[in-house]
């Protein structure tokens, strides 16, 4: 079946610009996950949401950044007047239930890429 | 918070053995997991380590020891295509479904 779907698989934006990307997790996962992953190190939790609970954002790095998702389906991550730093590849996951030992499938990310 | 611990690097030939340690600090535990990641792929689930021992999956196997704080990654008969970065995961609590990732360990196979 289909794997997590991310878009755009790369975007280079404007310093100050802000930036919309998507995700669609596979069909019937209830959780769904955003991590940032800079060049050559680990993956920062930054949102988690399951089914109707309110999301945990306790990962978020800052109040410009945000995240939505509808229903059990597709999820944006929003980052408003982007910055140098925020240049990484963005990863989306989806995971059945999110129970403890559930795995984490994940999308091929988008490489965001601030100028 | 959790803080995870892994070596940066390994080296190996193919057809050898390598081990990957992981050590955490969580204020609970409640699993830990390996993943795999190509490079410029996404990470792909390896293994889940729920209580103490040794899981084991074809070549790879996974080991936990909770009163330790510590687990590894086993990967054995090295193959070229296992060049790729292996992360630790755990989860906190067993209502906190947020997965805390290590740094990486780059694991190279040469010929």
């Known amino acids: 079946g289909a794997g997590v779907s991310q878009s755009p698989s790369n975007k280079v934006t404007e310093k100050g610009k802000d930036v919309e990307l998507r995700c669609d997790p596979i069909?019937?996962?209830?959780?769904l996950y955003w991590y940032r992953q800079r060049l050559g190190q680990g993956l920062e939790f930054l949102i988690y949401f399951q089914g109707n609970s309110a999301p945990d954002k306790s990962g978020l790095p800052s109040d410009r950044f945000s995240a939505e998702r509808t229903g059990e389906s597709v999820s944006t991550l929003t980052i408003q007047r982007t910055q140098q730093e925020d240049s990484a590849v963005y990863l989306c996951?989806?995971?059945?239930?999110?129970?403890?030992?559930?795995?984490?499938?994940f999308g091929n990310g988008t490489r965001l890429t601030v100028t | 918070g959790q803080s995870l611990e892994q070596p940066s690097e390994v080296t190996a030939v193919e057809g050898a053995i390598v081990q990957i340690n992981c050590t955490y600090q969580t204020s609970g535990f409640y699993g830990l997991s390996w993943y795999q990641q190509h490079d410029g792929g996404a990470p792909t689930f390896l293994s889940y380590n729920g209580l103490d021992g040794l899981e084991e999956t074809g070549r790879f196997s996974s080991f936990l020891s909770r009163s330790d704080s510590y687990g590894y990654l086993l990967l054995q008969e090295l193959q070229m295509k296992d060049s790729a970065s292996y992360f630790c995961a755990v989860r906190g609590r067993s209502n906190d479904y947020k997965l805390s990732f290590g740094a990486g360990t780059t694991v190279t196979v040469r010929a």
């Open positions: 069909s019937g996962h209830t959780a």
């Open positions: 996951a989806s995971s059945f239930q999110g129970t403890q030992n559930s795995p984490l499938h």
